[in-house]
């Protein structure tokens, strides 16, 4: 079943994400790229600082609201952005952003459904399909499939509740991941 919804939106996707003109490639790539220096700057700083800071919290809160703002607009004048179109770095900046989306899940869910197709024809990174496919499975309440997404349990990080925890690593490598240990041993990094 989940083989042939992805076929369906492999056919599909190309369709409804099409560009609606020409697309000035470079100007959106340095758009995403200064976008996404903001976003981390913010993401930093709010890491860095050991008491919750509400200021830096709404600021995050409100460059979120707008990277999502205008990624839709790009996403619905210019369709999703390819390795062929737009570089990896757009690809992943673009992914990035989409992932940080976490107000408009509906969003993340029509970006998903367009990675999907675009890891289909090889016009992008399985690995950013992996995040975006756990992140939007947290916020629907369902178990995720390949480890991504962590959450705090008894002052400890741990995994959101996994799909099949025996299959984990596998899934993982298909993607281009490394080991859920690996990955768990990052956060635990000073």
């Known amino acids: 079943m989940r083989a042939l919804a992805g076929a369906l939106l492999a056919l599909l996707a190309p369709a409804c994400a099409a560009p609606r003109g ?17 976003d981390q700057e913010a993401r930093r700083a709010m890491m860095a600082g050991g008491a919750i800071d ?5 600021r995050l809160e409100s460059i979120d609201a707008d ?9 619905a004048r210019h369709g999703w952005p390819t390795l062929a179109a737009a570089g990896a770095e757009a690809c992943g900046n673009a ?23 675009a890891v289909a024809r090889g016009e992008a990174e399985k690995k950013h399909l992996a995040y975006l496919s756990d992140r939007v499975a947290m916020h629907r309440g369902r178990p995720q499939r390949y480890g991504t997404q962590f959450r705090q349990v008894d002052g400890k990080l741990e995994p959101y509740t ?4 025996a299959r984990v690593d596998a899934w993982r490598a298909e993607a281009g991941l490394g ?7 990052l956060f635990e990094q000073p």
Do not use: G, I, S
């Not at 020409?22 to 903001?38: G, I, K, S, Y």
């Not at 992914?95 to 197709?117: G, I, M, P, S």
């Not at 080991?179 to 041993?185: A, G, I, P, S």
């Open 22 to 38: 020409p697309t000035d490639w470079p100007e959106q790539r340095a758009e995403l790229a200064r976008r996404v220096e903001v």
């Open 54 to 58: 509400l200021e830096l919290a709404h």
């Open 67 to 75: 990277n999502t703002a205008w990624m839709k607009t790009l996403v």
């Open 95 to 117: 992914w990035l952003l989409v992932q940080h989306a976490d107000r408009d899940v509906a969003f993340q869910e029509h970006c998903l459904a367009l990675l999907e197709a």
């Open 162 to 165: 996994l799909e099949d925890p």
């Open 179 to 185: 080991t859920l240990d690996e990955y768990r041993k």
